[in-house]
Every structure is written in structure tokens, then in C-alpha cells.
């Protein structure tokens, strides 16, 4: 075992030999949207993105399901597996089976695996002082998908938003593998101050994020004025606060999107000074045009995140 429980990791690790090793992960929640062949999508994509978080390739998948069969149609969970197969095919990875059961509340996802050479593994716990952290999409989705489940969100806005957690981050991964990536993690439930936290506990390090640099959707930020926040914002908040210092310049609004949490995020890279504007040029040139660098690894062992404006 590379990876195991002992760390806070995305996914876990077996080595097979000296130059393969296979990556497992699991993934599956609720609907966060209206439409079953989205979710499908948005489902696969999020269990996918663990194993691009750790510098691998996904090759198979199985199908976790649970359906309530007595007061829904089985259309709908039809559409919910084409939509999660279709985004399986665009990442070419091998459906080989799955399992459903009935319950009262419909929730879908993947169990995936993928395959890493031993020695260049992806994990979140490898930050070095002076490195640059890249984040590849903008935050805002927990908020947002609060909104829709309040009907608050245009015809418009799903629709970006279902756009945003449909695009696989492989395009992202495969970019970055030309790159020295000393640590790296997707930015999901735990919002990107929590992930963050999880990459800078036991490291020995601090951050300094530049939060006018962060990539916010502009929609996130309206709602989140009107207290449209869900309430993992606020469980994420309570417990990873302790860990980090706001400049006090910065509004309080933007501190709690900072807590919200992700579906189907972005990836976060850290990387040396000396290689982020090459690796985000790279990032802009294959299609990842939000990415940005949004702070850095500083020689500060009280492991701390510090956000200045």
C-alpha cells in the first residue's frame, strides 16, 4: 500500500510492481439538478476527478445506485446512467458493471479505477516553501446549486453552472504532468479552504492566498450576498477556521465562499516559482481558462493559511 488511511488522501494507492500502480476511489451523492442525465454526468465526472488528483489515469468504472422505485420512474435512473456513461466515454474509461439497490432517496455515483506509475504519484501532502498553488476552476458551485434547488437560478445560469461540473479535469491533469507537481488535490465538499488545510496539515508550511485572485463565478457572489449559502459552507467553516487568517480588508461574504463546498472542483496544484506562469500558459492554451495562480507555500511552520486581498 502507497496511500492508504493514514492520510487524508483522494484516492488510495496499491503497488502491483515496479512501475504500476492502481488508484481506487468512490463517489456518490444526491441530485444537485433538476435534469437525471446531468447529474449522471456530473456525478461521473466528480468520481473521475480523484484519480486525476493523484496523477493517474482512470481505465474502469462500476455504477453505485440507489433508486426509489415505488415513486419514481425507472426513465429516470435510464437517464442518469446514460448521462454518467456518456462522460465515462469522453474520459475513455470502461464501464464493467455496478450495483443498485432501492432506498428512499436517489443518489448515484462510481467506484473507479486507474492506473500510476509508483514514482509519479500526486498526493496532497508533498508542498515545498515557495512553491506556487494553481487552482484550475472558479469556486461557487455549492452556492449556486442552492440557488436552483430554491428555483432562484436562471435557465442561463444551469446551464453554465451544469458546464462548469460536467468538464472532466483530465485535460487539466494530463497538462500538468509535463510539470515538476510537487502536491496537488481536487477541490470538492470540503471547499477550498478545507482541502487546503488537509494539504497543509503535517507539512511544515503555510500558505498566503491572494484572494483577488481566486476565481469566484460572479453569480456565487450575488446569491451569497442574499444568504444563499448551503450548509456545508458553514460545517466547512467551523472546523478549518482555526486554520486560517483573513486580512482584514476582505468582505465577509467572500471568507464564507471560500468555505463553500464543490461539486466536481477544479484541481489544485503546487508547483515550483520557477514553473507556474509556464504551467498556467500551458493551462490557458489546452482549454482551462479560469485556472489561475492564487497564492503560495511559505516557510511558516505554524501551518497556517493567511489570505490577504
Known amino acids: 500500500m502507497i496511500v492508504g488511511l493514514q492520510t487524508a488522501d483522494d484516492a488510495g494507492v496499491y503497488r502491483i510492481s515496479d512501475d504500476l500502480a492502481l488508484i481506487q476511489t468512490v463517489d456518490f451523492f444526491t441530485p444537485i439538478v433538476d435534469d437525471p442525465y446531468s447529474f ?63 432506498d428512499l432517496e436517489l443518489k448515484y455515483g462510481l467506484s473507479v479505477t486507474g492506473f500510476v506509475h509508483p514514482d509519479k504519484i500526486w498526493s ?9 498553488l494553481i487552482l484550475t476552476k472558479p469556486i461557487g458551485s455549492g452556492i449556486i446549486n442552492t440557488a436552483i434547488k430554491g428555483g432562484l437560478a436562471s435557465v442561463q445560469l444551469i446551464e453554465k453552472i451544469t458546464r462548469l461540473m460536467t468538464t472532466l479535469n483530465r485535460r487539466a491533469a494530463e497538462t500538468l504532468k509535463t510539470y515538476c507537481v510537487h502536491a496537488c488535490t481536487d477541490i470538492t465538499g470540503f471547499g477550498l479552504l478545507g482541502h487546503l488545510a488537509e494539504m497543509v496539515c503535517d507539512s511544515r508550511c503555510s500558505l498566503r492566498l491572494q484572494s483577488s485572485r481566486i476565481p469566484i463565478l460572479e453569480e456565487a457572489v450575488e446569491f451569497a450576498s442574499m444568504g444563499l449559502f448551503p450548509a456545508g459552507a458553514y460545517k466547512n467553516k467551523e472546523y478549518r477556521l482555526c486554520m486560517v487568517k483573513f486580512s482584514e480588508e476582505i468582505d465577509p461574504i467572500r471568507q464564507d465562499i471560500f468555505f463553500d463546498p464543490q461539486t466536481s472542483g477544479g484541481l489544485l496544484f503546487s508547483l515550483p516559482k520557477a514553473q507556474a506562469e509556464g504551467a498556467l500558459k500551458s493551462l490557458h492554451t489546452a482549454g482551462c481558462t479560469d485556472a489561475a495562480i492564487i497564492g503560495e507555500v511559505i516557510s511558516d511552520r505554524s501551518e497556517k493559511i493567511y489570505i490577504d486581498r
Do not use: W
Open 40 to 102: 449522471g454526468r456530473i456525478a461521473a465526472a466528480n468520481a473521475l476527478s480523484d484519480v486525476y488528483a493523484m496523477g493517474g489515469e482512470p481505465k474502469t468504472a462500476m455504477n453505485l445506485a440507489a433508486f426509489p422505485i415505488k415513486t419514481m420512474e425507472f426513465p429516470t435512473l435510464r437517464r442518469i446512467i446514460e448521462g454518467g456513461l456518456d462522460t465515462l466515454k469522453e474520459a475513455e474509461v470502461a464501464l464493467v458493471g455496478g450495483h443498485s439497490i432501492e
Open 124 to 132: 496532497k501532502h508533498g508542498l515545498k516553501p515557495g512553491d506556487q
